[in-house]
């Protein structure tokens, strides 16, 4: 199974029609091309050129509101704390700060923005295997809700640090189930292999020493086995190492009194069948009946990728041996994912296609043959000067992009209804090199 992540099984590529039919926020009209929510594309690729990310307000709002109810309806108590990482935009944070989610931070720099963005400290989760001796003491001096403890080195310096502060944190300790997420290796982190976590065995001891060290309030266990998952089992072979572990800690009557469960719920970036919240909902419910305990959850793939897109414009068309190669401006520094995952993302020109449709590599302009967004996938009618939109991603695109070959990073928008606003300006080239120093003696 470690092999692609988003898996192309054998059913041949889905259409440009289906692509927009599965996306409720993507529509193409005669006159204006391709829209995302009432905004035509066109209109943001001729303001701000390509490459350029755009996200759909509206399409967060509803996830997050289809996210939340799925959870009501199945009677979990659960609050969502939203995985910074996935896109760390403080439009983003702002708007998801404002529906009520809380936030799963991993750095001081993720700290500070999700403060920064007016998320409640008490409201943020502060996770990740190499935090700093300064990063934490910020996140306690801050009032931080939760901090989920990767190991006993750790949780030993978090109580001095606390201590030294006349502060006490509130930790979780993160759990390895030693559980195979079966997604891609790359971001699997419930394996008994991987950096991440404490082993379950023991778990039990180390939460007992917590509980009588100075400067640290045990409130619970945490868990996150990975990202990408595209099947309920690895989440309920989890929560029961989880549900089995809070019941022993309650049974020794140490005090417990939240599970943080994580995020990890996968997307359909072709066209492969994927877990609903509400089936995630079924599977908290089933594991934790009667353990009355506080649940968290921190997911950022499942609330972020559908809601964006990266435009990009054919530079040109090169003939190829096996097929022809569709350059275009945007390159593995904007969108790394199908470099670094093999992910499969929809490519769908602006304006309605035309001619036969035929396999082409659909490329990016950088000196290496990993900067491929697509390969043999049929298309129809992109000429030079074409513009396309590279769907899903709205999570893990732009926070990963670089400045590789001296390409700026790609300017941002965000649209809500028929309104829309530049959310970060491509910055000028001289910004490449404006913080580097030359030494006098060059
Ligand atoms: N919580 C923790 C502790 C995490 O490490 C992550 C993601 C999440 C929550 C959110 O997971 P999500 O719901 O987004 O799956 N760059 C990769 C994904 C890396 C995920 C890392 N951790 C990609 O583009 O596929």
Redesign the pocket.
């Known amino acids: 199974m470690h092999g692609t992540?988003d898996a192309p099984s054998l059913s041949p590529d889905p259409d440009e029609a289906e692509l927009i039919a599965a996306r409720p926020f993507l529509s193409r009209s005669a006159l204006d091309g391709l829209l995302l929510e009432g905004v035509p594309l066109a209109a943001i690729a001729d303001a701000l050129g390509t490459p350029t990310y755009v996200y759909s307000a509206g399409t967060i709002r509803a996830r997050y509101a289809a996210f939340t109810e799925a959870l009501a309806e199945a009677g979990v108590a659960a609050h969502v704390h939203y995985?910074v990482?996935?896109n760390d935009h403080l439009a983003v944070l702002r708007l998801l700060g404002g529906l009520g989610a809380g936030a799963?931070v991993?750095s001081g720099g993720e700290l500070a923005r999700a403060l920064v963005a007016g998320i409640p400290p008490e409201r943020i989760v502060f996770?990740?295997v190499g935090k700093r001796a300064e990063e934490l003491a910020r996140a306690l001096e801050a009032g931080i809700g939760q901090i989920?403890v990767e190991s006993a080195e750790e949780l030993f310096e978090l109580s001095e640090i606390a201590s030294g502060l006349g502060l006490t944190a509130k930790v979780a300790l993160r759990v390895n189930p030693d559980i195979d997420a079966r997604t891609?290796a790359?971001?699997t982190?419930g394996l008994a292999q991987n950096k991440?976590g404490i082993p379950a065995s023991d778990i039990p001891a180390l939460y007992a020493r917590a509980a009588a060290m100075p400067g640290i309030a045990p409130v619970g266990l945490a868990l996150?086995i990975?990202?990408?998952?595209l099947s309920l089992a690895p989440f309920r072979e989890s929560f029961a190492v989880l549900g089995a572990l809070g019941r022993a800690l309650r049974a020794e009557g140490l005090p417990l009194s939240r599970l943080d469960c994580?995020?990890?719920?996968?997307v359909s970036y072709r066209n492969e069948p994927a877990p609903t919240p509400a089936g995630l909902a079924g599977a908290l419910a089933g594991a934790f009946r009667g353990l009355e305990v506080e649940l968290l959850l921190?997911?950022?793939?499942?609330l972020l990728a559908p809601a964006g897109l990266l435009l990009a414009s054919v530079v040109r068309i090169k003939p190829g041996s096996e097929r022809p190669f569709v350059v275009l401006d945007a390159g593995m520094n904007d969108l790394i994912?199908p470099a670094?995952?093999e992910?499969w993302h929809g490519i769908v020109p602006l304006a309605p296609a035309a001619g036969p449709v035929g396999p082409v590599d659909i490329v990016g302009p950088i000196c290496e043959s990993a900067d491929t967004f697509a390969t043999a996938r049929p298309m129809a009618g992109l000429a030079p000067g074409a513009r396309v939109a590279i769907l899903d991603a709205g999570?893990?695109g732009r926070v990963?992009g670089s400045a590789y070959n001296a390409r700026p990073c790609a300017a941002e928008a965000m649209v809500e209804g028929e309104r829309w606003a530049v959310i970060r300006p491509r910055p000028p080239l001289a910004a490449l090199w404006e913080d580097e120093r030359v030494p006098d003696w060059l």
């Open positions: 992540l995985a990482k996935a799963d991993v996770s990740g989920n891609h790359k971001i982190t991440f996150h990975g990202s990408q998952i994580g995020g990890g719920l996968g921190e997911p950022g793939r499942w994912r670094l995952y992910a999570a893990y990963m």
